[in-house]
């Protein structure tokens, strides 16, 4: 199955760009910079693996694990208004494959929030060329 972009965008006059790698993460290892959890029931695993198929090889961002709500925060970064975008491929899951992207993750609209990935349920995917800006 190919990689799907996933983005959302605002009207943007003048956009600053944050690309994130994780071609030079340790393999088998969450990313350096990163809060991956999960919200209610399971254990989220997060992990940088190797895959040929990726569109920036050789890594990808993945989460293998079995919980509700799995989610991996880029901890730098926080957006107010702009843009989020990441390429996934779900490769697997009975109860669900699904995959996207999180912004403004705060209990207030009114601020800036954390921007990362998210998956559901028992979702196999795989996540590369994160990126998000600032408009």
């Known amino acids: 199955m190919p990689f799907v972009i996933l983005a959302l965008s605002a009207v943007i006059i003048v956009a600053i760009l944050d690309a994130v790698s994780v071609d ?5 290892q969450s990313p350096a910079g990163w809060t991956c959890t999960c919200t209610g029931s399971g ?3 997060w992990t940088i693996e190797r895959d040929e198929t990726a569109p920036s090889k050789p890594s990808v961002l993945t989460q293998s ?3 509700a709500h799995p989610f ?3 901890d730098d970064a926080m ?3 702009g843009f989020v975008e ?10 669900d494959q699904a995959a996207g992207v999180v912004w403004r993750s705060e209990d207030t609209f009114k601020d800036a929030g954390e921007v990362g990935v998210w998956t559901n349920a028992d979702s196999v995917t795989l ?3 994160f990126s998000y800006g600032a408009k």
Not at 24 to 28: A, K, L, R, Y
Not at 86 to 95: D, L, M, S, T, Y
Request: hydrophobic content about 35%.
């Open 24 to 28: 030079n993460e340790v393999m088998g």
């Open 43 to 45: 254990e989220a695993k």
């Open 65 to 67: 694990g079995a919980a």
């Open 72 to 74: 991996a925060f880029k």
């Open 79 to 81: 957006l107010k208004d």
């Open 86 to 95: 990441v390429k996934c491929k779900p490769i697997a899951g009975r109860e």
């Open 127 to 129: 996540s590369d060329d």
